[in-house]
Every structure is written in C-alpha cells, then in structure tokens.
C-alpha cells in the first residue's frame, strides 16, 4: 500500500535562480578577465615592453642599438612603438624586412592607432602598385640610400618622432660593409643634428661592435619564444 503525502514541496525562489545565474556568470567572467590578463602579460610584444623598460633610462635618448633574435623583429617593433607612443612621442618606423600590410596588421591586433605611428615602406613598391598617405611613404628599394635619406630628412625636419630602422642585417643584400657602415654614420649624425633619438635593430652580433661606435649605446633582448 502507498501511502500519497500531501505535503507540497516548496518551490525553489524564482529571484533567487536568477541570482544564482548571475553569480556564475560574474565568476565566469572574472576569470575570464584574469586569464585575458594572463595572456596580455605573457605576450611577445609585452614581454618586450618589460624588458625596455628595465633596460632604457625614464627618458628615451640618443641613438640606440638593439640586437635581439630575427624571430623577435616584428614583436620589437610593436613593443618599441608602445613604448615611444606612451612617452608622448610618435615612432617613425623603417620597413626593410616586411611590408606595411603586416606591420598595420599588428599594430591593429595591439589596439595601436595607426595615426600615432609614420611608416616608410621598402619592401612594397617594388612588387606592387602602393600609395601613400599621410602616415604611410615609400621608397623605390633598400639599393637607393639616398632616396631614403631624403625622405627621412623631410619626415624628421617637419615632425617630432622617434627613429626606428627594421633591421640594419637586411642591407647586407644591397650593399658592402662600407657602405652600411657610412650610411648608419650618416643617419646617427643626421638624427643628433635634428635632436631626434633613434633605435637600430641589428640581429647579426658581428655587426654590433661595428656599427655600435656610432650609437651611444647598445641593448640586447634575449630571444622570446
């Protein structure tokens, strides 16, 4: 025999459902928050802006030679940039060794403004159709050093920017020791003469001491996987 109870069971409380699911949603999204965090921290690019940081004096100034890893390029240049832009000053960055679509494409990935960085382009215009803009310029190839001096003399001439040369190793293909080693002279000579502070990426360690006597000095990152 089954006995039936009449004793109704209380009803789980409809707000108190509701506050429950809203109580796993902000843990959810809190650690959600965290790990994004998590990954911001341990990104190449900000892993690069710690290391400057501790590396570089409050204020960036003079001529400065970088040497890291080739893999890390790309990362340097994002991370360089931040850096400059958070000291109120706009990187001006030579491309050698990509184009301006992947550098524009990072810079975006970063939540970098596009307006607070000039590009000038070596790469593009030799295999394609390109125009320029207001922060974007291009020369004809790495072979005319002259056209790109000429370009940057303007660029620096009517803005006030930090100079970053991607990389110094590339201009091997096009030119003698010699003539790389004049042409670093000559851009150091011109930045100091403008009172503009630059930095030159050199991954090829037998170029450091060589090229290194015309900056006032010389960082290396270690390489960042």
């Known amino acids: 025999m089954v006995i039936k109870s009449n004793v ?39 892993r690069v802006v710690v290391e400057l940081n501790q590396k570089l004096p409050d204020l960036i100034s003079g001529q400065i030679l970088i040497n890291c890893d080739p893999v890390n390029n790309h990362d340097f240049l994002i991370g360089i940039s931040k850096v400059i832009i958070k000291s109120n000053l706009t990187p001006l960055i030579i491309l050698t060794s990509t184009n301006y679509k992947t550098i524009m494409g990072l810079l975006n990935v970063n939540k970098i403004d596009l307006d607070k960085v000039f590009l000038v382009d070596t790469v593009s215009k030799n295999i394609s159709i390109v125009k320029e803009s ?92």
């Open 8 to 46: 109704v069971q209380p009803k789980a409380d409809f707000e108190d459902l509701i506050l429950d699911k809203d109580k796993v949603g902000l843990e959810l999204k809190n650690e959600t928050t965290k790990f994004d965090e998590l990954q911001r921290i341990l990104s190449k690019e900000n």
């Open 134 to 225: 207001d922060k974007l310029f291009f020369v004809d190839s790495l072979r005319n050093l002259t056209q790109l001096q000429i370009k940057l003399f303007k660029l620096i001439n009517s803005n006030k920017v930090v100079f970053v040369f991607d990389s110094i190793d590339v201009l091997n293909l096009y030119h003698s020791e010699k003539t790389i080693f004049k042409f670093v002279y000559s851009l150091a000579k011109l930045m100091r003469k403008f009172k503009t502070n630059g930095f030159y990426i050199v991954n090829n360690k037998s170029l450091i001491q060589k090229v290194g006597q015309f900056c006032d000095d010389i960082i290396e990152i270690g390489k960042i996987d």
